[in-house]
DNA sequence: ACATATAGTTTGACAATCAAACTATATGCT
DNA sequence: AGCATATAGTTTGATTGTCAAACTATATGT
């Protein structure tokens, strides 16, 4: 007999899944390649940042992630901002018609989030958001 | 102010940033690509399944997964059953040694799902698992 | 039985990726 | 201060992953 802790894990999976399958469908609408759709997700979500830090949170190496920065800002979707303080460093961030991308972006996680959670009374929402942002801050 | 609902909505990105992150770590260690690793975790999680199947799932076309598992079948992970009823399908499993990977990886999610609710009594696990079941059974 | 649809493979062109070499700047040590 | 070492990002060359389209084989519908 599984635990529920393993039931959960099996869980988690399966959302992790269905997830992925849901970006992937969203992303070949947008004709952009998985990773640079990623990117603008994670420059909207955490704002802009170094490229060696968004190289990390993409999954991919700085020398691979210096062609695909240079093909958003060849979309104009995102810009190189010079470090402040740091002149080797350059901060990668959405410029407005990346964000505007995003944010559309972000819209259709809104939509697929209302479906997921269609029988959640208010209350089970915020539960469930309790339950998250405990999980979030233990990664 | 935002609602609890986009708040929620966030929190599954972040939850879902992290655990790609984390997955993309793994993977990194197998020295398999990740849409190799992908497909044993969808093999073992779901069984064995057609080629176009799992082609939907892994997010590739048939084309390149029929390469993909060419490889997977040379590394004895999985095995290329022919379909009992329609001879143009093939039934793609995981082998012996296939099987044994998805347990290990398996148990790597465990650890991570042990990690990330370290906090939670029995009784929050066991919620947790009914609201993950309810917004899986909706996807 | 014939047209059409579907499952999977193969092929040729293209895109993504990495490792390693390289430039520029920062940091640490003596 | 000065020199060695570390770090941020780019470039390059080779490799791998991917797709679209053509192809074979089998199934389905009329």
Redesign the interface.
Known sequence: MKS?????????????????????DIVKDTGLS?TLVHAV??LG?FGAMPMKTLA??V?VTTGTLTVQVDKLVGAELVERIPHQTDRRSILVGLSAKGMALFTEH?DL??QL????????S?Q??????V??????S??
């Open positions: 529920n802790k393993e039931k959960l894990n099996h869980a988690f999976i399966e959302f992790y899944e269905k997830l992925s399958a849901w970006e992937l998985l997700e994670i979500a990390d949170k999954g972000d996680h809104l989030t209302t479906q997921l959670t269609a029988t959640f208010e089970e929402i915020t539960q469930l958001l339950f998250f942002n405990r999980m979030n233990e990664f």
